[in-house]
């Protein structure tokens, strides 16, 4: 079955340190995989998204994550974190009937001054 | 361009009484779903429509959740009767296609 496993409930970082979150998943064919964020009292935002062709992909507000087949990942990273990303961030992928997201539980990402 | 809007933003409830979230989707999306978050696990997909049409309900958790979707533009999602394990938080999403579904800000639902 079809399935995502964000390793890490809850993260503290310093601000301006950097950040990866860790996401694995379960699927039997080139998965689509995406990172949404929410921050408080918001929807659920999407950050970045992979379908196919260069494994490290680009999003928005400075987030990059990287796509590996071999370990079944895709890892969101910042360099350098800002206590606006304060947030819960979330792990997706599409499912076979390219119909439904399928999401990991979240990581929450609390960010000190 | 307006984005996902959902109403109400919270409500509380009794056991035993109904519900109706609605959900606006963006303007042209043909693709709407709605999700629920548990107790804080997983998001997970409920329904997904086309249009009008339930293309996959799948996820619904029993007969006491009914969705609608009238003339293919907004959607509501009733609760009735509702109990405890039906509070969460609801978010609905819209998209041109599956592969970039815009999310609302969620309805927030409390049973008591």
């Known amino acids: 079955a079809q399935s995502v496993t964000q390793p890490d409930i809850h993260i503290t970082v310093s601000e301006g340190a950097s950040l990866e979150l860790r996401c694995n998943y379960s699927?039997?064919?080139?998965?689509?995989l995406f990172w949404y964020v929410q921050s408080p009292g918001q929807g659920l935002q999407l950050l970045l998204k992979?379908?196919?062709?260069?494994?490290l992909v680009q999003g928005i507000k400075g987030f990059e994550a990287e796509f590996k087949r071999s370990q079944s990942s895709f890892n969101l990273r910042k360099p350098s974190v800002h206590w606006s990303d304060a947030a819960e961030y979330f792990c997706?992928?599409?499912?076979?009937?390219?119909?439904?997201?399928?999401f990991g539980a979240g990581t929450r990402l609390a960010v000190h001054p | 361009e307006a984005g996902v809007t959902q109403f109400p933003s919270h409500s509380v409830i009794e056991k035993g009484q109904t519900v109706t979230l609605r959900c606006d989707p963006i303007?042209?999306?043909?693709?709407l779903y709605w999700y629920r978050r548990v107790m804080g696990k997983e998001i997970k997909f409920l329904l997904h429509?086309?249009?009008?049409?339930?293309?996959?309900e799948s996820g619904m958790p029993n007969n006491r959740f009914l969705a609608e979707r009238t003339g293919g533009t907004y959607s509501t999602l009733k609760v009735q009767p509702a109990e405890l394990e039906d509070s969460g938080v609801y978010f609905c999403?819209?998209?041109?296609?599956?592969?970039?579904?815009?999310f609302g800000p969620g309805t927030r639902l409390t049973v008591t």
């Open positions: 999403a819209s998209s041109w296609t599956a592969y970039e579904q815009y």
């Open positions: 699927y039997g064919a080139t998965p689509y």
């Open positions: 992979y379908f196919s062709g260069d494994t």
């Open positions: 997706a992928v599409l499912s076979g009937g390219y119909n439904k997201l399928i």
């Open positions: 303007s042209g999306h043909d693709n």
């Open positions: 429509f086309v249009k009008e049409s339930k293309q996959d």
